[in-house]
């Protein structure tokens, strides 16, 4: 498939681009020091590199960053998948700026500027492949060859903890502002929760505001410390992933600012509600109409999208959920979709058709944890929209009730069994690239031979027994 317009700018295009951005920047924040240049890798891990801001130039004329780059495992380590890495002598692509990402960061005590990087190649043939704002790129196209233009929004749980950890390294709630004790239990959308926190949460949202990332609501979840903040709609599928990946930066360094963690692990608690990653997604032809409103019922590009989504769910899981950690958040009965479905104002399905008011039709994805790559998380949702449309699949009756009663048996529930449905993936290669998949695949298997390797204090439990 042709590269996208959202990723066709060379090093020299996108510095001219920024050059503009740089200058007014400058002016406005005369005592920068410092300049980030980052990414969001494959396990979602922000990476990069921090330069004196008089070398801001250099940085936006394109950097030489190792590809591999985008290969680690979410502890940093590289496994050569492939033969990428070790094998081929990890050379360099180059990493041009992202127009508009030019932003302060709030939440450190020295003046600090950032700026988003997406990779080429090195020849500057095109863009590099294995860089997930490119694959997501890649996914869009089909849509844009069509016309159709998606409107994307993030929802995102997370959990504030203590920095203190409990025994054997476990998460603890973080001590009230308001009361002085330890957090737990909570009110879903309770506001003393909200208030408590109030302090964290307005400079979450005014960091936000700052960077130029769009929140919305505030609400407490179903746990001590969890809450979710909504990102608004943004007629870009590239710059709403952007929004995400800065989205949580910015809540971990002002977490961290206030004394606290904040985690975006789907599960850090076994007794507690999983934190996800909602995708609200539809869907805008050329005359900017939204093609999923079919009046007072879904359209039949609606439900064939929808269809499309479920098709290929299985295939796509390994980037929906992870790690091993990821599958925990999934289990019958809590409000967690474990079954391939969809229906209206239902929040037991995997895609739920919210209350269409003012004919704004939507898909609201529910299946991905909030520890996914947003940009490969989003890409299977657009390659599932697109799917659905060009084959016109039937998505079925729409679930009324409770989905969630038991885990669909077509869908796989733990980490090897999903990198296997990847590999043998039919609807995805199409979109992704089946190397992408292949190496996305290693990396994930090699992350889990050595979470494996580790004894965990459950294996003296079982199985260290007593004579």
Not at 128 to 135: A, H, I, S, T
Not at 284 to 313: K, Q, T, W, Y
Request: aromatic content about 8%; hydrophobic content about 40%; charged content about 20%.
């Amino acid at each position: 498939m042709p590269e996208s317009d959202h990723s066709r700018p060379n090093a020299a295009e996108s510095a001219a681009a920024v050059a503009a951005e740089a200058e007014a920047f400058l002016a406005a924040h005369p005592d920068s020091e410092a300049l980030d240049a980052i990414f969001g890798d494959l396990s979602g891990v922000v990476r990069g590199k921090r330069y004196p801001i008089e070398q801001i130039d250099k940085v936006l004329q394109g950097l030489a960053f190792p590809g591999s780059s985008f290969l680690l495992d979410v502890m940093g380590e590289s496994h050569d998948p492939g033969g990428m890495g070790f094998s081929d002598g990890d050379p360099d692509c180059v990493a041009v700026p992202v127009p508009g990402t030019l932003v302060p960061v709030p939440w450190l005590d020295r003046a600090t500027a950032q700026v988003m990087l997406t990779f080429r190649e090195a020849d500057e043939s095109g863009p590099y492949p294995f860089d997930p704002r490119n694959v997501l790129a890649r996914a869009l196209e089909p849509l844009t060859q069509m016309g159709l233009s998606p409107v994307v929004a993030f929802e995102l749980e997370f959990y504030l903890i203590d920095r203190k950890r409990a025994e054997g390294n476990a998460p603890q709630p973080p001590i009230s502002p308001t009361t002085g004790e330890r957090d737990s239990g909570t009110q879903v959308y309770g506001m003393a929760e909200v208030d408590a926190f109030s302090n964290l949460l307005e400079d979450v949202n005014a960091a936000c505001e700052a960077q130029g990332v769009p929140t919305n609501a505030i609400s407490a979840e179903y746990a001590p410390g969890q809450f979710e903040i909504n990102l608004q709609h943004v007629a870009d599928p590239l710059r709403a992933a952007d929004h995400c990946v800065m989205f949580k930066r910015a809540v971990k360094g002002v977490a961290r600012k206030h004394g606290l963690q904040a985690t975006f692990m789907a599960k850090p608690y076994p007794d507690e509600a999983g934190s996800g990653m909602h995708l609200h997604i539809s869907l805008l032809d050329r005359e900017g109409n939204n093609v999923f409103d079919g009046g007072n019922s879904a359209s039949a590009m609606l439900r064939h999208a929808i269809g499309g989504i479920l098709d290929c769910m299985d295939e796509s899981m390994a980037f929906l959920a992870p790690n091993p950690n990821s599958f925990r958040r999934f289990a019958p009965n809590i409000f967690v979709p474990v079954r391939r479905s969809w229906g209206h104002e239902n929040r037991s399905v995997a895609l739920r058709i919210p209350l269409a008011r003012g004919g704004a039709w939507r898909i609201e994805h529910r299946m991905a944890g909030a520890d996914a790559n947003p940009y490969l998380a989003l890409a299977t949702a657009l390659a599932g929209v697109h799917h659905g449309i060009a084959n016109k699949l039937d998505p079925g009756q729409a679930f009324e009730g409770n989905a969630g009663f038991a885990f669909d048996e077509d869908l796989p529930w733990r980490a090897r069994r999903a990198l296997d449905k990847l590999t043998k993936a039919r609807v995805l290669p199409d979109y992704f690239g089946q190397r992408y998949l292949d190496v996305y695949a290693a990396c994930k298997n090699a992350e889990l031979d050595k979470f494996e390797s580790r004894v965990s204090p459950a294996e003296y439990l079982f199985y260290l027994q007593p004579e």
